[in-house]
């Protein structure tokens, strides 16, 4: 809930702070159980940054993070720790994410040793069903890390994730540094085991082909804030917020009658810097709708339709709405 993330800028001797990156400023959403919501947007945007708050890996300069109506923003490490075991994070480099010098048998078994839930024989045995749940053997519970391929690794890091049964599961980019014809066997094991064991996902994404297959909800940031947040269905065939029309307009589709219909958007200009965003809606240095009342007045992210919110003055795909600057549609 209004969940912010500025990290200090210093400078010269007395490391006085001189400005801030404004990572993440002022997102509420909501991930219901067993969804998955997808967070995307170009490099820069907070997505990460949100999945690190989230997991607590990082503290929050404002606003909450609640689980199950529980406030975890600000609970010690000691509190935190029994849950440590609900929000897990898959991360998205399956080289640098483990241990070169451990074991599989180590690293997917140092959850239960730290957490001490378990015998030295009871962690083997544990170690090795989750090996044959996310499809490899238990034979490789003596192996190193090299000994495997990138979608290995990425089945080993899941297991890890598993081991102690999150109900919650953070991906940065799962799947992103694997072979496209790897990707979708990852994405299918990470579905078998969201069904299997009643996972939520929140997961961290670029690849828009790959949310659309994954997602529920798909939230679309831009500078630290969201854009639109809306179900899978009306978010890629409804977009309200030009910057998701320039994202998904982009995206290869399968149907030739829609493809040829269909005018690619290109952004021009980089992303500006997320330390000084600017003024009013922060993509109108980049939009081609954009008008004057769009550099001055930061538009509220509203709920344009059921279940779809975007923030902009001037929204696609809505039969004429007048949004007004406390968030409502008329
Ligand atoms: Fe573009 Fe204006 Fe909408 Fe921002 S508020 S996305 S600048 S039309």
């Known amino acids: 809930t209004d969940l912010q993330k500025h990290f200090p800028i210093r400078r010269g001797l007395l490391q006085r702070q001189v400005g801030a990156v404004q990572a993440v400023d002022g997102l509420t959403f909501s991930v219901k159980r067993g969804e998955t919501l997808s967070l995307v947007g170009e490099s820069g945007c907070g997505k990460t940054t949100t999945g690190r708050l989230l997991t607590r890996l990082i503290e929050p300069t404002g606003g909450k993070v609640t689980l199950d109506g529980r406030d975890i923003t600000h609970l010690s490490s000691g ?9 897990q994070m898959i991360f998205q480099d399956p080289y640098g994410s483990l241990n070169p010098r451990h074991t599989v048998g180590a690293i997917i078994g140092a959850p239960f040793r730290l957490q001490k839930v378990k015998t030295e024989h009871g962690v083997k045995r544990a170690v090795q069903e989750l090996l044959e749940l996310v499809g490899l053997s238990p034979e490789h519970y003596n192996r190193y890390p090299h000994e495997f391929s990138g979608g290995q690794r990425q089945r080993i890091g899941i297991a890890r994730t598993l081991a102690l049964r999150p109900k919650v599961i953070v991906a940065d980019e799962p799947v ?3 072979d496209v014809s790897i990707q979708a066997q990852v994405v299918n094991l990470m579905e078998d085991l969201q069904n299997e064991f009643d996972l939520t996902y929140v997961i961290i994404a670029h ?3 790959v949310v659309r297959h994954v997602s529920d909800r798909v939230a679309v940031m831009y500078l630290g804030k969201i854009m639109e947040l809306a179900d899978r269905t009306s978010l890629y065939e409804r977009p ?4 998701t029309v320039a994202l998904l307009s982009a995206v290869p589709i399968p149907d030739t009658a829609r493809r ?10 980089d992303v500006p810097s997320p330390i000084n965003p600017p003024s009013g809606c922060r993509f109108h240095t980049r939009c081609w709708k954009a008008q004057e009342v769009c550099k001055t007045t930061e538009p509220p992210l509203a709920e344009l339709a059921p279940g779809h919110q975007a923030a902009c003055h001037f929204p696609e795909n809505t039969t004429k709405l007048t949004i007004d600057p406390t968030g409502s549609a008329a």
């Open 260 to 269: 040829d219909n269909r005018e690619r958007i290109r952004l021009t200009g």
């Open 240 to 243: 309200m917020h030009p910057y």
């Open 79 to 87: 509190a935190m720790r029994p849950l440590r075991r609900d929000i």
């Open 176 to 178: 992103s540094a694997l």
């Open 207 to 209: 690849d828009l082909s």
